[in-house]
């Protein structure tokens, strides 16, 4: 179905309805971050680039393994966790590691970190009634966060898993932009789900993508750690 929007009319929406189903909402705790030595989690992942001016709309598949190797205390004497990013080979058939991020808990935040550019993922506990600026341990813009919905369940491809919030990053829609970011958590296992659009589209029709690039991370697998 199109989706049209009339002139520069522009959408920020935030959904607040709740469905915990059976699951109780003083029970969301940090085990909703994965923050465990040895977890190791697997994606498949989907990349889209879009360029409608050389009639370019390339798509990559791919996996990449999450694995939470190890601690480290940093300049402020915070405990980070050290996470290893790998992304499958074919060609030598083998897991090569590409990236290196940390993560940790900070007055009530899951924070992750990247070249110290800190984002605030998850606030703790579980609470509908707020949301928070993600950026405001960095110089980005504002951007917050909220709690959208609680899953007892959740189909994930061809994975069930148990217990899964949905946390809603961006969703901005105008006549000629459309940005969408959301990512989903599941108790002891961290994020499971995340996609991500940035595009320029024509007229308001989000069907019809003059550039940008889409992401898609869905777990296929968790081990988990100690």
Known sequence: ?????IGFFVIVLFSCKKKDGNISVDSIKEDFTGLNIGNSTFYNVRYIRHDD???VHDTFDFKI???IEDTFR???NNLRFKIHKYKWNDVIASWVNFKIISARIDNNFYI????????KKMFIPYNFNFSWNSNSYNTSDTLHFRFVNLYPKLNIGQVEVDSVIFIKQQLFISYVDLKR??????????????????????????TKVDKGEEWYFN???FIKGK
């Open 181 to 206: 970011k959301n990512e989903f958590f599941a108790r002891d296992k961290g994020m499971v789900k995340k996609y991500f659009k940035d595009l320029k589209i024509k007229k308001g029709d989000t």
């Open 112 to 119: 992750e970190s990247e070249d110290n550019y800190d984002v």
């Open 1 to 5: 179905m199109r989706f049209y929007l």
């Open 219 to 221: 777990m296929y697998q």
């Open 74 to 76: 940093d300049n402020a």
């Open 65 to 67: 393994k999450s694995v």
């Open 53 to 55: 001016q050389v009639d």
